[in-house]
C-alpha cells in the first residue's frame, strides 16, 4: 500500500500494537441480526477511528475515542465509557481529556 494511505497507516498501526483486524470476539447478546451486525461493524472499525484521530491506545485514547464515539454515533455504550472512563484515569489526564479531547472530540 502506499505510504500516507487509510490502509498503509492501519496496517502499520496494527502491527505496531500487536492487534490482529480478525481478533474482535463477535456481538452477543443481540438477538435482533441487523443490530448485532451494526454492533459488529462498530467494532471492527474501532481501530480505524484511532489512525485517523492519531489517538494511543491507551487508557487516555481510548476514553477520548470514546467521546468522538459517543458524538459521531450517538450509542449508549459509548456514552457510558465516555463518562465513566475518566474514573480510571489521573488528575492530569482527567484535565487533558476535559480541555484539550472532549472540546476536540465534539
Known amino acids: 500500500l502506499p505510504r500516507g494511505t487509510l490502509g498503509r ?3 502499520a498501526y496494527m502491527d505496531a500494537h ?18 448485532a451486525w451494526v454492533l459488529q461493524r462498530y467494532r471492527e472499525v ?6 485517523v484521530s492519531g489517538l494511543p491506545p491507551t ?25 465513566v472512563g475518566p474514573l480510571r484515569l489521573s488528575r492530569r489526564e482527567r484535565s487533558v481529556l476535559l480541555r484539550r479531547l472532549v472540546p476536540w472530540a465534539s
Open 18 to 35: 500487536g492487534f490482529d483486524p480478525a481478533g474482535r470476539k463477535a456481538v452477543r447478546f443481540v438477538e435482533d441480526e441487523e443490530l
Open 59 to 83: 487508557v487516555l485514547g481510548e476514553v477520548a475515542l470514546k467521546w468522538v464515539e459517543m458524538v459521531q454515533t450517538g450509542l449508549p455504550m459509548a456514552a457510558l465509557s465516555a463518562f
Open 9 to 11: 497507516e492501519y496496517a
Open 46 to 51: 474501532h481501530d480505524f477511528w484511532h489512525v
